[in-house]
């Protein structure tokens, strides 16, 4: 080889020599820069996450904070109670609304005269009853009573006495009373005229002193009575013979008050079950008294006290055996009233005494508003206006009915009685005349 080819030869290495330097030195500049690229994006990548960091805990420490606000300012949840099954309508709340429904639909003049319990001839104007004829269905349709009551003369014979009240109540557009005086003994209509066995005197049944006598004798009456169509009978007699003398004599159990209470209660449940209302008689006692009120004013000096001890027990085992219907009597008891008005007009024996100490909600019935104790002092309008502003609900045999009719109407259309007062009393009315349809 010659030595200008050396030399080229050593040209070219040189050349290819530095040529690869550099090549070595871009490398090394690009690998210097994608490392420092690559540090300045890890760096950048760094604080922002750090920064992503720092403000997610910002953002869920506001996040925190504003939910606790929520939860300050928010009412508390009140969760509505559970709601309750519907009750199921007991048979007291039935026949409360059949009487409420049967009266609402009532006029007012019906109203008034359902609180009457009459004589077919003081409806009638005729002497003697013995059918309920075309005169007693205009009368009836004209006045429909809450009440009518039948006495020895309108008894002739069963067939008679079972058509005359089927008649009656077929009749009337509202359910009816029918109601006699069966005591047994001397009062004792339907027996008195042969058509029943009479189960005699109480004070016969009473000196036995087994209540099992009383309710057999009360079972024995309610049981013929029903057979007839009678639904009311104005028995059993509570009051308590406390004087040798007294009026009432043997139609009492006795008097001893504890023996009596016995077997009012044992009559009162034998007449029920029956199908007979059983009526306690004379309220509040008229067990010592030596006159009639059927004749004159009669008074009793008795005290409070002394009835407490003597009369009031045997009427509240009467109540509590669940009598449907109370009679009070006209006796004056000036000790416990504070003057002489009759018991029968007076709130002070009715509303105080019967209803808020012995409890009585049934039926008060005064005794017959014809008699002389009543008739001597009161007009028929003044009674049954006084009677029943005093508490009672149904007003027996006043002396003109229509005038008593006509003086109660009055007075509810101008206002002195309340028709909400009428109210109330046929509601207790209508409670035991459709007792037996939900029974």
Same mark, same amino acid.
């Given at each position: /080889?010659?030595?200008?080819?050396?030399?080229?030869?050593? %040209?070219?290495?040189?050349?290819?020599?530095?040529?690869?330097?550099?090549?070595? =030195?871009?490398?090394?500049?690009?690998?210097?820069?994608?490392?420092?690229?690559?540090?300045?994006?890890?760096?950048?990548?760094?604080?922002? =996450?750090?920064?992503?960091?720092?403000?997610?805990? +910002?953002?869920?420490?506001?996040?925190?904070?504003?939910?606790?606000?929520?939860?300050?300012?928010?009412?508390?949840? &009140?969760?509505?109670?559970?709601?309750?099954?519907?009750?199921?309508?007991? $048979?007291?709340?039935?026949?409360? =609304?059949?009487?409420?429904?049967?009266?609402?639909?009532?006029?007012?003049?019906?109203?008034?005269?359902?609180?009457?319990? &009459? !004589?077919?001839? #003081?409806?009638?104007?005729?002497?003697?009853?013995?059918?309920?004829?075309?005169?007693?269905?205009?009368?009836?349709?004209?006045?429909?009573?809450?009440?009518?009551?039948?006495?020895?003369?309108?008894?002739?014979?069963?067939?008679?006495?079972?058509?005359?009240?089927?008649?009656?109540?077929? !009749? /009337?557009?509202?359910?009816?009373?029918?109601?006699?005086?069966?005591?047994?003994?001397?009062?004792?209509?339907?027996?008195?005229?042969?058509? #029943? *066995? *009479?189960?005699?005197?109480?004070?016969?049944?009473?000196?036995?002193?087994?209540?099992?006598?009383?309710?057999?004798?009360?079972? #024995?009456?309610?049981?013929?009575?029903?057979?007839?169509?009678?639904?009311?009978? @104005? #028995?059993? &007699?509570?009051?308590?013979?406390?004087?040798?003398?007294?009026?009432?004599?043997?139609?009492?159990?006795?008097?001893?008050?504890?023996?009596?209470? !016995?077997?009012?209660?044992?009559?009162?449940?034998?007449?029920?079950? $029956?199908?007979?209302?059983?009526?306690?008689?004379? @309220?509040?006692?008229?067990?010592?008294? %030596?006159?009639?009120?059927?004749?004159? +004013?009669?008074?009793?000096?008795? %005290?409070?006290?002394?009835?407490?001890? !003597?009369?009031?027990?045997? @009427?509240?085992?009467?109540?509590?055996?669940?009598?449907?219907?109370?009679?009070?009597?006209?006796?004056?008891?000036?000790?416990?009233?504070?003057?002489?008005?009759?018991?029968?007009?007076?709130?002070?024996?009715?509303?105080?005494?019967?209803?808020?100490?012995?409890?009585?909600?049934?039926?008060?019935?005064?005794?017959?508003?014809? /008699?002389?104790?009543?008739?001597?002092?009161?007009?028929?309008?003044?009674?049954?206006?006084?009677?029943?502003?005093?508490?009672?609900? /149904?007003?027996?045999?006043?002396?003109?009915?229509?005038?008593?009719?006509?003086?109660?109407?009055?007075?509810?259309?101008?206002?002195?009685?309340?028709?909400?007062?009428?109210?109330?009393?046929? +509601?207790?009315?209508?409670?035991?005349?459709?007792?037996?349809?939900?029974?």
């Amino acid at each position: /080889m010659s030595k200008q080819e050396l030399y080229d030869n050593e %040209t070219d290495r040189r050349e290819y020599r530095r040529a690869r330097r550099k090549r070595n =030195q871009l490398i090394a500049i690009i690998v210097v820069i994608v490392v420092g690229l690559a540090l300045v994006a890890g760096g950048i990548l760094g604080v922002t =996450q750090l920064m992503k960091q720092l403000n997610d805990k +910002k953002h869920t420490e506001e996040l925190q904070a504003q939910l606790a606000e929520l939860a300050d300012s928010e009412p508390a949840v &009140v969760e509505a109670p559970a709601e309750e099954e519907p009750q199921e309508l007991t $048979s007291d709340d039935y026949l409360n =609304q059949i009487a409420d429904s049967c009266i609402a639909e009532m006029s007012l003049e019906n109203k008034v005269a359902g609180l009457f319990m &009459v !004589t077919p001839e #003081a409806l009638t104007g005729v002497d003697t009853v013995i059918q309920a004829g075309d005169t007693t269905k205009q009368k009836l349709s004209e006045y429909p009573v809450g009440g009518l009551v039948y006495f020895s003369k309108n008894i002739k014979s069963a067939d008679q006495l079972k058509e005359m009240l089927d008649t009656t109540r077929n !009749t /009337m557009i509202y359910p009816v009373f029918l109601a006699v005086d069966e005591e047994g003994g001397s009062v004792s209509r339907v027996a008195g005229a042969g058509l #029943a *066995d *009479d189960v005699g005197d109480m004070s016969e049944v009473g000196s036995t002193c087994d209540p099992e006598k009383a309710k057999e004798a009360g079972t #024995a009456i309610g049981t013929y009575l029903s057979q007839f169509g009678f639904n009311v009978d @104005f #028995a059993p &007699v509570a009051d308590v013979v406390s004087a040798e003398n007294a009026v009432i004599g043997n139609r009492s159990f006795g008097s001893d008050p504890n023996v009596v209470g !016995t077997m009012v209660a044992a009559e009162v449940q034998g007449l029920q079950e $029956s199908g007979v209302s059983a009526c306690l008689k004379h @309220f509040p006692g008229i067990g010592d008294t %030596t006159t009639d009120t059927h004749d004159e +004013k009669t008074v009793s000096e008795k %005290t409070l006290e002394d009835m407490q001890q !003597t009369d009031l027990p045997a @009427f509240q085992s009467g109540i509590d055996a669940g009598a449907d219907f109370v009679m009070v009597s006209h006796m004056s008891l000036p000790n416990v009233i504070g003057d002489d008005t009759p018991c029968s007009l007076s709130g002070a024996v009715i509303s105080d005494l019967l209803r808020n100490q012995l409890g009585y909600n049934g039926i008060v019935i005064t005794d017959a508003l014809d /008699m002389s104790a009543i008739t001597d002092s009161y007009s028929s309008a003044e009674a049954a206006v006084k009677a029943i502003e005093a508490g009672a609900d /149904m007003l027996l045999m006043p002396e003109n009915f229509e005038e008593a009719y006509q003086g109660l109407l009055e007075a509810v259309q101008n206002g002195t009685i309340s028709e909400d007062r009428i109210n109330e009393s046929l +509601k207790r009315i209508y409670r035991v005349k459709y007792r037996d349809r939900i029974e």
